[in-house]
């Protein structure tokens, strides 16, 4: 009979989730770098406590590698073409042209080095505490009443709704759109996660493909602007065509290893 305990845990590190999120500020890239560490912290923690092997190095088999480079490639390539439209917008918003864009304010190059430091901080430990909790002790947790199917889509979907937010209604029907965009692109996001997890049973390689994807597709706020976006649901023409680019190349992703996940 399989164990209980990555239910009790899960229970309890999503109540302890939302207790640090609420008494710790994330309105700075310092701030932010804090919280999630010790959000990582206590998510490695309950891992270890009810799925230890989810810690080892992942196993080498063939099988594993492939699928391992395959969502690695495919999910840095989305994230890269996410930071990529950011960009994009950035120079449309400035009058559409080279010069418009060179002359907003940039950071110094030492702002620029400690953005990128907090960057790269605050997306391996995202990685960690997301994937150690959504994946690893979600899908386990659910697996005790669901098969593995239907574990992943329902981590999957917790993951979506943890990351929408409350959208302000009273702004308009783009806002609402972007919303549901950003749900589906979150939903197919932990699909593609939750079936390399199950496929590898491991922490490690889920952890680093977020991180990395993370990194390319937040990228431009984070380094130009030094901030973190609180919301893709803000209206802007921009983030609507990042979230319906990213939600439709992940779309394929999905379709390209359906296999694995039924």
Not at 65 to 77: G, M
Not at 148 to 157: E, G, N, Y
Request: proline share 3%; with cysteine.
């Amino acid at each position: 009979m399989r164990s209980g305990k990555p239910v009790a845990v899960f229970a309890v590190l999503l109540v302890v989730s939302f207790a640090t999120m609420n008494a710790m500020s994330a309105d700075t890239l310092p701030a932010a770098l804090l919280q999630e560490a010790v959000l990582a912290l206590v998510a490695l923690v309950a891992v270890g406590l009810a799925v230890p092997d989810a810690l080892k190095r992942c196993t080498q088999t063939v099988q594993q590698r492939s699928i391992v480079r395959f969502t690695a490639i495919t999910l840095l390539l989305v994230g890269l073409v996410g930071g990529a439209i950011t960009l994009l917008a950035w120079l449309f918003a400035g009058g559409g042209t080279m010069a418009c864009f060179a002359s907003t304010a940039l950071p110094s190059t030492a702002d620029l080095m400690e953005n990128l430091l907090l960057l790269l901080g605050i997306c391996l430990l995202t990685g960690l505490y997301e994937e150690s909790f959504m994946r690893v002790l979600g899908i386990e947790a659910f697996e005790r009443a669901l098969d593995t199917k239907r574990a992943i889509l329902a981590s999957a979907a917790l993951f979506a709704l943890l990351h929408v937010g409350a959208p302000d209604v009273s702004v308009g029907q783009l806002v609402l759109l972007q919303a549901a965009l950003k749900f589906g692109q979150a939903l197919l996001f932990g699909v593609i996660l939750g079936a390399l997890y199950v496929r590898t049973r491991r922490l490690w390689p889920c952890a680093l493909i977020h991180a990395g994807f993370d990194v390319l597709y937040l990228a431009p706020n984070v380094l130009l602007a030094g901030t973190m976006p609180e919301t893709y649901a803000s209206g802007a023409v921009g983030d609507t065509v990042l979230l319906a680019v990213s939600a439709l190349m992940l779309s394929g992703i999905v379709l390209k290893i359906r296999k694995e996940i039924a």
